[in-house]
């Protein structure tokens, strides 16, 4: 039997983000794009429209972003969950907060991924839903209570993370913070100092935010001393990286 691929709804308002987004379903292979909502509205009517129109939501997975222009994500799900919804939510946000976490727990969101993240992560879960959603669809029962946790064990997993070795999700969350934060480019060693680490430690978080293109790097001209680069940052992500 051939599989038909996972129907996908991306809410997010960065325009290049969520490209990418786009460009990692189609790298990984049985998700199709249904269509880009960069606003809580937007995903709203869309969705209100593909149900009146065909009698259903049409949607298995929800890409979703929770710091919307005109609302925030889990109000957009909240909405959805009393229309009926019942596919599968991954939030993709910078969202940290633990009332945020703890709603996004109570209207089911299975996987929740803290930006930035690799192409790596983010196919691991994504792939690890859909499975888990094949599997379990149509009519039936499961055989007890083993096959029931190997389910809620599955929705739950997730995969390593890959940042290269010596990196923490910690310092690396604090030198994005610096840089969105910024009003003009920075160097290793002006970041290093902002957070707290040295001018070398720095390099690497900033080098491996270049790699993913979340920053752009550019040589710095008329500083005393040997060369160095400078870095701002850009949110974007080069679809064929392998970060």
Known sequence: MTMRDSTVLIVED?????ETYAEYLARAGAFEVAHTSPSARDALAFLAERR???????????LLDMNLP??????????????????????M???????????SIALGVVQYLVKPFGYQQF?????????????IEGPGRVDGQEEVDRAFARMRAT???DLPKGLTEETLTAVVAVLQSAQSAQSAGEVGTAVGTSRVTARRYLEHLYRAGMVERSPRYGSPGRPENEYRWSGARRGHSTR
């Open 70 to 91: 005109d609302g925030h994500g889990l109000d957009v799900l909240g909405q959805l969950r009393s229309a009926g919804f019942t596919g599968g939510v991954l939030a």
């Open 159 to 161: 995969g390593p993370s």
């Open 93 to 103: 946000t910078a969202d940290t907060e633990l009332e945020t976490i703890r709603r």
């Open 123 to 135: 196919a691991e879960r994504v792939r690890s839903f859909r499975d888990l959603a094949i599997e």
């Open 14 to 18: 960065d325009r290049l983000t969520a």
């Open 52 to 62: 009146r129109r065909t009698g259903s939501f049409g949607i298995d997975m929800i």
